[in-house]
């Protein structure tokens, strides 16, 4: 979704400062009606601008410190039953197509090193696979973040580069 209005951002602004924020809350520090907050909230959640709730919930706090990233190669006739069997693996938290050789990239969590080794075991075994390639996260240093995404003039962030 990248129509999102004025209205839209200041809301999202909102959202990204305090994601549990009330609708009334946001209706009343942007002086908006709240049925306006909601309804738009409502467009926003079904177009898919939203992530679910539990993206803010850190995989350490679950007992899963241990971050690494999984380039696959794939045998392309089984892709979709690979990602299907990816799918059921809770330690894969995304999984991405990229362009170039790899096929899949996936960001994984774990308990430790060695509980590293054992997802990535259940990864290797997924139908279709055939090889794996593992890169563990050392620290975070830039978190996820959308706030400088969400200023009105997108073309301002484009210019501080």
Request: hydrophobic share 45%.
């Amino acid at each position: 979704m990248s129509d999102l209005d004025a209205t839209d951002r200041r809301i999202l602004r909102e959202l990204d400062r305090d994601a549990r924020m009330p609708t009334a809350m946001i209706a009343q520090r942007l002086e908006l009606a709240r049925g306006t907050v909601q309804a738009r909230l409502e467009k926003l959640a079904s177009a898919g601008a939203l992530r679910p709730h539990s993206a803010r919930i850190s995989p350490a706090a679950l007992g899963r410190p241990v971050g690494a990233s999984l380039q696959v190669e794939l045998d392309q006739h089984f892709i979709a039953e690979a990602i299907a069997a990816l799918a059921n693996i809770p330690e894969v938290l995304e999984c991405f197509a990229p362009a170039g050789n790899t096929d899949l990239l996936l960001r994984v969590v774990a308990k430790s090193p060695d509980d590293l080794y054992r997802v990535s075991e259940e990864i290797r075994l997924c139908p279709g696979i055939k090889r794996t390639s593992t890169s563990l996260f050392l620290r975070e240093v830039i978190p996820y973040r959308v706030t400088g995404l969400l200023a009105e003039d997108a073309g301002r962030s484009a210019v501080r580069r």
